[in-house]
């Protein structure tokens, strides 16, 4: 064997890479001195995509399949220095492979509180998180954007700035979306597709696309979330006789041989009915035990004004007259106040609809 021959054989001749990580998106082939043999053979995978860097300009991208580095195959590579020649020579340049598979379960969240304007609780603060997949769809400007001359990239350097543009994407749709929130729960599928396509048009310019994001909760600030469980137990708690009643009923269900069982009986029904007796309504009180103080005066309601995608208020039903005398408040304005079931017309509303009363006949002649 001759000592050229010897050479020829020390040079790279099959290309290949088998990913064992699932997490890097791009490997660049190593080679000392980065010689490559003429007619070497390039083997790209499924899921993989390979992008020939010579002299560092990229010089074309392979598909799946088996290729053959020469020169009537890679028609692209006839323009660049040398290879006019044909020479069997060795060359210098760059193989990179790019994983063109799906990264999924990849995690998102709001870092801070989002605020937003919500038609029933006013303004107010949500955090989210959820999942989301991402893909390199176009590999050489993957490459040319992203990747730069990094030999081996992961997706824990780009994963940052994705969820710093699902976070703002996610921001913008759900203050315009006009979604309450309690509603949001129900519409986590469609928020999702919204912020998905949002995405996708940023990273397209990365040559990455977002096929997948998933929402998986919608919270308010634990304060908001305490008053929510609060209304809701009140909401239950409707006819306080049967809650004495079954207060009592735990009270005396105290294991019968315990210290003082008995004692918690007691004061556990006395308290019950004494608290069912100061609950009851004004009418069923034992009127032959005291005098029955009048009733508090009726709470006058303060009331906002919807108009133009923006509230004004709080109004005193005084200043809302007003206004109605003044052709300012009209029969279809939205109006709101505390207790109510979202925005009603303000003809719709009987404390309201009385302002707008009806014009008298002209006064009879002389």
Sequence with gaps: MGIFDFLSGEFIDVIHWVDDTRD???????????????????????????????????????????????????????????????????????????NTTRFTDLKWGTKNPIMLRDPEFGPTRIRAYGT?????????????????????????????????????????????AGIPVLDMAANTAELGKLVAGAISETIAAYGLSLPELYIENISLPPAVEAALDKRTSMGLVQDLDRYTQFSAA???????????????AGLGAGMGMAMGHAMRPWGARDQSAQPVPPPPPPVEHVWHIAEKGETRGPFSKADMGRMAGEGALKRTTHVWTPGQDGWMHAEDVAELAQLFTVLPPPPPEA
Aim: hydrophobic residues 45%; proline residues 4%; without cysteine.
């Design 250 to 264: 735990e009270a005396l269900g105290a294991p019968e041989g315990a210290a003082g069982g008995a004692m918690a």
């Design 132 to 176: 989301y997949t991402v893909r390199v769809t176009d590999p050489a400007k993957f490459l040319v954007e992203i990747v730069g001359t990094d030999g081996e990239f992961t997706m824990d350097e780009i994963g940052f700035q994705i969820r710093n543009i699902i976070v703002q994407e996610f921001s913008r749709a759900v203050a315009g």
């Design 24 to 98: 890097t998106m791009v490997w660049r082939f190593e080679r000392e001195g980065h010689e490559i043999k003429y007619g070497a053979k390039l083997t790209v995978r499924e899921g993989q995509a390979a992008v020939f860097v010579h002299e560092g300009q990229i010089a074309d991208v392979f598909t799946p399949g088996l290729y053959m580095l020469e020169t009537n195959n890679m028609p692209v590579l006839t323009t660049l220095q040398h290879w006019d020649h044909g020479f069997k020579s060795p060359f210098k340049s760059e193989i990179y492979f790019v």
